[in-house]
Each structure stands twice: as C-alpha cells, then as structure tokens.
C-alpha cells in the first residue's frame, strides 16, 4: 500500500534552517507529482510546494516562495523540502502528499517549530 515517511521537523530558530525528507512506498514514485502541505493550528491545510513528476518543475505559496526548495531523488523514491530563513509563522505540521488515481495520500506529518 501507499506509504510516506516524513523526517526533519523539530525546534529552529528564527532564521533558521530545516530540511525535511518523505520516504515513499507502495506506487511508482517517479511517475507522479510530490507536494508538501502544513497545517498551523487553528488554521486549514495549505499547499506549500509541488515538483511534478517528469520535468521536475516546481510552484511554492507565496509565503515560502525565496525561501523554500522542494527536490525529489527518484531514485530512492524521496522528496524534500528545504526551508531557510525560517520564521514564527512556518511553525505547522508539514505532510507530503501524493495524488494517485484522484486519491489524495499523506504521510503522518512531522512537526515544525520556529521559536526563539
């Protein structure tokens, strides 16, 4: 079955840096699109970044645009999100995502907290 692994979330300064990892498993990773989401509490689940899955081209929220990087290495199926000059307001859950057969799948999440 499908399966993310997320690692790399923990305690960062402001300005800070974090880089996180999605092990994936269960369906051809190099065939589809990779997404990070977070979640602030209180707050909806919002799209952070996407690489698609053959040119590797990549969008970011505005918030994060500048600041974070998505990469994926399909040959150990993984994708990660590097996030530089972090700030208070990065402070989420953050889950990888992947849309197969109209299905969303997510991983468990890995937490992020910008504090100083």
């Known amino acids: 079955q499908v399966q993310f692994v997320e690692s790399g979330g923990g305690l960062a300064q402001p300005g800070g840096s974090l880089r996180l990892s999605c092990a994936a498993s269960g369906f051809t990773f190099s065939s589809y699109a990779m997404s990070w989401y977070r979640q602030a509490p209180g707050k909806e689940r919002e799209l952070v970044a996407r690489?698609?899955?053959?040119?590797?081209?990549?969008n970011y929220a505005d918030s994060v645009k500048g600041r974070f990087t998505i990469s994926r290495d399909n040959a150990k199926n993984t994708v990660y999100l590097q996030m530089n000059s972090l700030k208070p307001e990065d402070t989420a859950v953050y889950y990888c995502?992947?849309?197969?057969?109209?299905?969303?799948?997510w991983g468990q999440g890995t937490q992020v907290t910008v504090s100083s």
């Open positions: 690489i698609t899955s053959v040119t590797g081209s990549t």
């Open positions: 995502n992947a849309r197969l057969a109209k299905n969303n799948y």
